[in-house]
T-cell receptor
Framework: AQSVTQLGSHVSVSEGALVLLRCNYS??????LFWYVQYPNQGLQLLLK??????LVKGINGFEAEFKKSETSFHLTKPSAHMSDAAEYFC?????????????FGTGTRLTVIP | EAGVAQSPRYKIIEKRQSVAFWCNPI?????LYWYQQILGQGPKLLIQ????????DSQLPKDRFSAERLKGVDSTLKIQPAKLEDSAVYLC??????????????FGPGTRLTVL
């Protein structure tokens, strides 16, 4: 079975500060891992994904995440927060089998950026 | 390239009524997904289609929920009868459907359902 845990339902950072959103996963098979962002009244947009290639994954808008198997983690970071980064962020895991490609999402972390 | 389209965007009904949601995936995407996102939670998969066939509906409450994708393009999700706990945002997503390393799911804006 696959699942993810996102530590911290709300995170606040100052504009220009480091953004760190935490995600730990559980998977019985080698996982694929994803970070999605959701702006108010919009659908989810893919930020980045890990599919067993390089462990450091770079995404859009300056975000990156590092897959650490020993820690079962896939934390999302950005060196300098921008006001436009304020949104809800979801970590997700999948383990494609056969034709099914179910994404299992965490409960989300709401990022607030303080001017 | 047009994204995933969903309608209506908002729907308010009373319990025990019926409701239907529509989704038009990105052109050429073989795989279509319906997710339920309850307030304060992450999305949960309800059903996955590959073309017009069901791949995974293990989490679909089949006593009241149904979905179809008759021509392998548009899809409809129906709830009959609705319960209070069905209040949620219903998200549709689509993907090309081949090669897991590149098969990204693209999400529509969702339909927000309120059951009174």
């Amino acid at each position: 079975a696959q699942s993810v845990t996102q530590l911290g339902s709300h995170v606040s950072v100052s504009e220009g500060a480091l953004v760190l959103l935490r995600c730990n996963y559980s998977s019985s098979v080698p996982p694929y891992l994803f970070w999605y962002v959701q702006y108010p009244n919009q659908g989810l947009q893919l930020l980045l994904k890990y599919t067993s290639a390089a462990t450091l994954v770079k995404g859009i808008n300056g975000f990156e995440a590092e897959f650490k198997k020993s820690e079962t983690s896939f934390h999302l970071t950005k060196p300098s927060a921008h006001m436009s980064d304020a949104a809800e962020y979801f970590c997700a895991v999948s383990a494609p089998r056969g034709g099914a490609n179910n994404l299992f999402f965490g409960t989300g972390t709401r990022l607030t950026v303080i001017p | 390239e047009a994204g995933v389209a969903q309608s209506p965007r908002y729907k308010i009904i009373e319990k025990r009524q019926s409701v239907a949601f529509w989704c038009n995936p990105i052109s050429g995407h073989a795989t279509l997904y319906w997710y339920q996102q309850i307030l304060g939670q992450g999305p949960k998969l309800l059903i996955q289609f590959q073309n017009n066939g069901v791949v995974d509906d293990s989490q679909l409450p089949k006593d009241r929920f149904s979905a179809e994708r008759l021509k392998g393009v548009d899809s409809t999700l129906k709830i009959q009868p609705a319960k209070l706990e069905d209040s949620a945002v219903y998200l549709c997503a689509s993907s090309l459907g081949g090669g897991w390393d590149t098969d990204t799911q693209y999400f529509g804006p969702g339909t927000r359902l309120t059951v009174l």
